[in-house]
């Protein structure tokens, strides 16, 4: 009996490692698939709506200028499992930004967002759609 507990410890243990270790190198990455710009319906503030998977995850978010200075604070408005809503600062001007999201333990993914602030970017609309026929 000695002999069996001896060796079924230790190897239970390493067992559980085993198991261990892919469960947590496996930790849900946030899958952002879809990004678009509205407005709070009671307030009018500006919005950054992300559509993805395993957003829960998400506890940081950054929205920095293409040279990698702060845009301003975000504030989280609404999380779920495939939703994000973030409140943005009214002030921002048209263009390309990055948005950083923290996940786990330091861990971080960037991605790419066009913000107009409500308007038409430059270039999306035709001179023949806006003269009357």
Do not use: H
């Amino acid at each position: 009996m000695r002999w069996t507990t001896r060796w079924t410890v230790p190897g239970i243990l390493s067992l559980a490692a085993l198991v261990a270790v892919p469960l947590a190198a496996g930790a849900a990455v946030p899958d952002v698939y879809s990004t678009a710009e509205g407005r709070d319906t009671e307030s009018g503030k500006p919005d950054l709506v992300l559509l993805g998977n395993s957003l829960t995850a998400c506890k940081t978010f950054e929205l920095a200028y293409p040279d990698a200075t702060p845009a301003g604070d975000l504030v989280l408005e609404v999380r779920s499992k495939n939703l994000l809503v973030l409140a943005l600062p009214e002030s921002l001007p048209q263009g390309t930004y990055t948005l950083t999201l923290g996940y786990g333990k330091g861990q971080t993914v960037a991605r790419q967002v066009v913000l107009a602030n409500g308007l038409p970017l430059p270039g999306t609309l035709q001179d023949s759609a806006l003269s009357p026929p």
